[in-house]
């Protein structure tokens, strides 16, 4: 990455050539309005030229008000743009991005896999009073056909007992 001071004196310059100013006579914190006179337009034209020379884009929130702008302001926006614009950034944001992604796919399917497992519960809980009913019939059904189907009860007669005959001994 280009050093800060390389970038300070790339900006000094475009803020001397647009001004028509001596480059040794802009200090780091020089207004541009209301210590080198610029207006909106030198503003925007030397911002211009940053951007263009950088091949960098200032937010628009960045570009007003101009009365903040000084030589250290611009180097700083400039610093920020480059590491933003560094491959090292661009691809621990598309990581960032690629890690929401797949959170979101991820979401996505445990809603999808907790709604296919509420829709099995009911359907096993479905079943299983199905098999209740059923096995509730057959019983029902099975005491039917064996009350149906029961022998007819006959009735077991005690055998008579012999009467007792007189021993002698009963005599006496």
């Known amino acids: 990455?280009?050093?800060?001071?390389?970038?300070?004196?790339?900006?000094?310059?475009?803020?001397?050539?647009?001004?028509?100013?001596?480059?040794?006579k802009i200090g780091l914190e020089d207004n541009l309005v209301n210590d080198l006179h610029a207006d909106s337009m030198d503003i925007v034209n030397v911002v211009t030229a940053i951007e263009s020379r950088f091949k960098i884009k200032f937010p628009d929130d960045t570009q007003i008000p101009y009365e903040g702008y000084t030589l250290n302001f611009l180097v700083e926006g400039v610093q920020r743009a480059l590491r933003e614009k560094s491959p090292v950034r661009k691809a621990a944001r598309a990581a960032k991005t690629?890690?929401?992604?797949?959170?979101?796919?991820?979401?996505?399917?445990?809603?999808?896999?907790?709604?296919?497992?509420?829709?099995?519960?009911?359907?096993?809980?479905?079943?299983?009073e199905e098999g209740i009913k059923a096995r509730r019939a057959s019983r029902k059904g099975a005491a039917a056909k064996a009350v149906k189907e029961e022998e007819p009860v006959v009735e077991?007669?005690?055998?008579?007992?012999?009467?007792?005959?007189?021993?002698?001994?009963?005599?006496?």
């Open 1 to 24: 990455m280009m050093r800060a001071k390389t970038i300070e004196k790339i900006i000094r310059d475009f803020i001397a050539k647009e001004l028509t100013l001596n480059p040794e």
């Open 98 to 128: 690629a890690e929401k992604v797949a959170e979101e796919k991820a979401r996505q399917v445990q809603a999808q896999v907790k709604e296919k497992r509420i829709e099995l519960e009911e359907k096993i809980e479905e079943r299983v």
């Open 156 to 172: 077991w007669e005690k055998p008579a007992q012999p009467e007792a005959e007189e021993t002698p001994s009963d005599n006496k």
